[in-house]
């Protein structure tokens, strides 16, 4: 029976899925049942199609980070020899692994681990780590990055390959065949369920935009932990009602403050100061309606068709040529109506800030749209300074104030 209905909201259906799932793997622990560990943007619907109760160690430290607990397992892990230079999800995971306690939920510790290095390289030695210490399998789907504009016809058989591959290594891991009629299943729900996210997500393209970028940033927690299962379908669906009935009444995102300007966040949030970097924007009027975010996890293919699975996981949004990924932003600017962009120089993420320099530059020249940046970190509260954000919001907010004022009066 569902634990959600359709009286709910759809921030209610949310929080009791994201719970649940988290809960449903701790008791299959207990059951001895097999749990898996795996990276965000990984093919989860082999381990759902084996019954392999799969959680996402990104998303449990987001979840440890929001309640102001990380700094005592980073402290940790630093202790234990990892350099603060690497990604503070990974210190303070390797630490939870190690310490098994911390704020939030309980993370069931894993039979096997899971991941695509798709979004970034450092998952490759954090999750081997993660195999060594505890002497679990590991399933690496290893996609090569696109330097071309077009994904090539050999990555994708490279990719493809693989995935064939782990099938074999499934059954072998699980005792038992692969269930195929189950993998397509999951693969029509999966790619369904992208697709309800990105209708949602999409809304956002609409003036005054109905939804914050902020509150997409709570309701990814689904597409990243359920992406698999029906139910994440249904609250996307929900979503979407509520937001169309937003758009009828007029109403904006950010909740009692009038929309100004329409901002792109680029990079991942700020989670331990997640309140603070939103509260600074809606101070000013400012929406974030844009963000790379809906697109990462817009994974749609042929149920049944592995080529195009395999496409689908390596044509997504890190894994683009530096120029593919300017061009993503420049659609994304376009369809939501961007004033300007705001970077998140992330301390933890480098994949993402050595490239930031280069796509600023492109898309302020070939967009005239105003730019600035600040330093931060997805995990680490101590690369991060409330003063300097509020300097730079203000400071963009003034120049997008000056070029809406010219634009009115060549009208």
Request: with cysteine.
């Amino acid at each position: 029976m569902s634990v959600i209905n359709e009286a709910m909201t759809s921030k209610e259906m949310l929080d009791i899925l994201v719970a649940k799932n988290m809960e449903d793997a701790r008791e299959a622990k207990k059951r001895g049942d097999l749990v898996c560990w795996s990276s965000s943007i990984a093919p989860c619907e082999f381990t759902e199609a084996m019954g392999i109760y799969t959680v996402y160690p990104e998303n449990h430290v987001v979840g440890i980070v929001a309640r102001k607990g990380a700094q005592e397992l980073l402290t940790y892990a630093e202790s234990k020899g990892y350099s603060n230079d690497i990604c503070g999800y990974a210190r303070v995971n390797l630490a939870y692994m190690d310490i098994q306690k911390c704020i939030s939920e309980e993370l069931p510790l894993p039979d096997l681990i899971l991941l695509c290095n798709n979004i970034c390289e450092t998952l490759l030695k954090w999750y081997e780590n993660i195999a060594y210490s505890l002497n679990v399998p590991l399933l690496i789907l290893d996609v090569p990055y696109n330097h071309d504009s077009e994904v090539s016809e050999e990555n994708i058989k490279y990719v493809e390959s693989q995935l064939h591959d782990m099938i074999h290594q499934l059954e072998l891991i699980c005792h038992k065949s692969f269930d195929y009629k189950k993998f397509e299943e999951v693969m029509e729900i999966a790619s369904q369920n992208a697709k309800n996210w990105y209708d949602a997500t999409a809304l956002c393209s609409v003036k005054p935009s109905p939804l914050s970028g902020f509150d997409m940033f709570n309701y990814m927690a689904l597409i990243v932990c359920m992406r698999g299962k029906r139910e994440c379908g249904i609250t996307f669906r929900k979503l979407k009602e509520e937001l169309i009935e937003k758009i009828k009444r007029g109403e904006c995102g950010l909740r009692g403050a009038e929309e100004k300007y329409r901002i792109m966040w680029d990079g991942i949030a700020c989670w331990p100061y997640l309140s603070h970097t939103y509260k600074v924007l809606k101070n000013q009027g400012v929406n974030m309606t844009g963000s790379t975010y809906p697109s990462a996890w817009t994974l749609l293919y042929t149920p049944g068709n592995l080529k195009e699975m395999a496409r689908a996981y390596t044509s997504m949004g890190n894994n683009l040529s530096l120029e593919g990924q300017i061009n993503l932003r420049k659609r994304i600017i376009r369809e939501t109506c961007c004033d300007g962009i705001v970077m998140h120089m992330n301390r933890s993420c480098k994949m993402c800030d050595f490239l930031q320099y280069e796509i600023g530059q492109a898309l302020k020249n070939d967009l005239n749209i105003p730019i600035t940046t600040f330093d931060g970190d997805q995990a680490d509260p101590r690369n991060y300074s409330k003063a300097q954000y509020e300097t730079r919001i203000e400071a963009l907010v003034e120049i997008m104030s000056v070029i809406k004022q010219k634009e009115s009066e060549s009208k």
